[in-house]
């Protein structure tokens, strides 16, 4: 029983330390005026990954290699069948309305590299080091992106800066800087204790239960990271803002992919299970080409969409299992 009770604390203390850095983060990119745009798809994006950060860097320490893989393409497979799906039962996501197909195919085109390197067999320092250029392209073209708007905008002063930034509960410019510091310096110092405690833990109920730490890391790790996301997905449903929604899910996929295993790969090799190959990634794909009619053919995620979605999801844990 004190495995799960462990697991639980530990996935309590990424949670509260996940909102924390966040709202650390966004206010200070606030007050150092880094442009709204880029806080929402690179600070905003980072932090609300870190927890899956943290479990996978602690889990190739630890040689859980299962577990840190689970993590990622298991959340990213719950980011589009979960957290899209139980939103659209709750509220129709009028995604016809957005405009999200450059940020789609740069998460396609991070998902099916991927999955080449991962046929490799293991994910090496080089491994990481292609989807970290990668990375460093997404954020440069979105850096210029954001020039690019700014400049096009002048006359709309900050207050195009503050209505990106609307659907933010964390974002208030007039934060003072001790805060700020505390926010920062809790989230550095809750993210390792939290994966700590939810890693060393969740090998030990796969080790009791002889479940492979595959499927721990799929299932149980891979949900648990991704409550901060279905979070705000359900409130910029409920707040009627899809781009939110959709944007929340897109931005913290591919960061999932190209940072997380990109940095985790610096820590130690990561041997990619057979499973993985022949199961897992390919549902992972298949979820992103899933989202395809809202992306490109202006279609809204119906309540219909959101049952059938979130179906698909259990029939996935009920394979798993």
Request: negative net charge.
């Amino acid at each position: 029983m004190m495995p799960w009770l462990l697991c639980a604390l530990g996935l309590v203390i990424l949670l509260l330390a996940g909102d924390a850095l966040v709202r650390g983060a966004v206010n200070m990119s606030l007050r150092l005026g880094v442009p709204a745009l880029i806080v929402s798809l690179t600070i905003v994006a980072f932090g609300t990954s870190a927890p899956e950060l943290l479990i996978a860097i602690n889990a190739v320490h630890d040689n859980a290699d299962g577990i840190a893989l689970g993590n990622v393409v298991g959340s990213n497979t719950a980011n589009i069948l979960l957290v899209l799906g139980i939103p659209a039962i709750l509220a129709t996501l009028h995604t016809s309305q957005c405009n999200t197909r450059k940020s789609y195919l740069q998460m396609l085109a991070a998902t099916v590299l991927f999955i080449v390197l991962a046929f490799c067999g293991t994910l090496t320092i080089w491994s990481g080091l292609i989807l970290l250029a990668a990375l460093s392209l997404f954020l440069l073209g979105a850096f210029r992106e954001a020039r690019y708007h700014r400049s096009c905008a002048c006359e709309d002063g900050e207050e195009g800066d503050m209505e990106a930034l609307d659907g933010l509960e964390e974002a208030d410019p007039d934060l003072p800087w001790w805060k700020i510091a505390t926010y920062l310096l809790l989230g550095l110092i809750g993210l390792p204790l939290g994966a700590d405690l939810l890693v060393d833990n969740a090998t030990i109920i796969a080790r009791m239960y002889h479940v492979s730490e595959t499927v721990i890391g799929l299932t149980l790790v891979a949900i648990g990271t991704s409550l901060p996301e279905l979070a705000t997905t359900v409130m910029a449903t409920l707040r009627r803002q899809a781009d939110v929604a959709l944007g929340n899910v897109i931005g913290s996929n591919m960061f999932n992919l190209l940072a997380i295993i990109g940095v985790a790969t610096m820590v130690g090799p990561i041997s990619v299970d057979p499973e993985f190959l022949y199961f897992d990634l390919w549902v992972m794909l298949g979820a992103t080409l899933l989202i395809v009619p809202f992306v490109f053919l202006k279609k809204d995620i119906t309540r219909l969409w959101g049952f059938l979605l979130t179906g698909l999801y259990l029939v996935y844990l009920a394979i798993l299992f």
